[in-house]
């Protein structure tokens, strides 16, 4: 049963922390989101990769967010320092982009982020 | 930035009923689709329409997409207590192929 895979699923830390947040797209998908949900911003987009490659990391704040596929198993997005603002779920989604454009996207679970 | 803006931003309906929730966009699409999500969840796709489709239907479900008014609507007919979810419209950006994600319409089914 594929699935994207998410760790850790919940992680408590407090300010000025490194916060790392790992991802395992569905095998095969050669596209891969990172979101950040939160009541007030809804999801927003932050980062996506196709084929590893960064297309857009504009929605990531520069000085402390960076967003990485060291290979096709593995999309990171790490905090450093981490703020009280951070504190969000944090949700990965892959899919195939075919032709023009990237079909449905499967999400993992989220990471839930609290930075106290 | 919100590219989606779903209508209304929560709705309450008995079991039973039908349940209709809007979508509205700024910009050219590829593609529109539908999710939604349980509390605590990650999100599941519903449905899928491209931007040459005016209709599809799943299930229960029936979506429709109008560019020229840069809209789309979800019907969820004969409505179950297991439909309760937040529901989300993500619009394919045609420039880039961004999918970028509304607010959500919350759907409350009343037993």
């Known amino acids: 049963d594929a699935r994207v895979t998410q760790t850790p699923r919940h992680k408590v830390t407090e300010m000025g922390q490194e916060v790392t947040m790992r991802c395992q797209p569905i095998l095969g998908h050669n596209t891969v989101f990172w979101y950040r949900q939160t009541m007030m911003q809804g999801l927003e987009l932050l980062a996506y990769?196709?084929?590893?490659?960064?297309?857009?990391d504009s929605g990531m704040p520069k000085d402390r967010f960076s967003a990485e596929m060291p290979d096709a198993t593995l999309a990171t997005l790490k905090i450093q320092p981490s703020e009280p603002r951070d504190s969000a779920v944090y949700f990965c989604?892959?899919?195939?982009?075919?032709?023009?454009?990237?079909?449905?996207?499967?999400f993992g679970e989220g990471s839930r982020l609290t930075v106290l | 930035s919100q590219q989606g803006e779903e209508d209304p931003q929560a709705l309450s309906i008995q079991e039973g009923e039908n349940a209709t929730m809007n979508c509205s966009y700024k910009t050219s699409i590829n593609n529109l689709q539908w999710y939604r999500q349980n509390s605590g969840r990650g999100l599941v796709h519903l449905i899928l329409i491209r931007s040459n489709e005016r209709e599809k239907h799943s299930g229960r479900l029936r979506v429709t997409l109008d560019t020229s008014k840069k809209s789309s609507s979800l019907l969820i007919t004969a409505s179950r207590a297991a439909d309760t979810a937040s529901y989300f419209c993500a619009t394919g950006m045609n420039r880039d192929d961004k999918i970028i994600f509304g607010k959500g319409t919350r759907l409350h089914i009343l037993p």
């Open positions: 990769f196709r084929n590893r490659a960064p297309l857009d």
């Open positions: 989604a892959s899919g195939l982009h075919t032709g023009s454009q990237t079909g449905e996207l499967f």
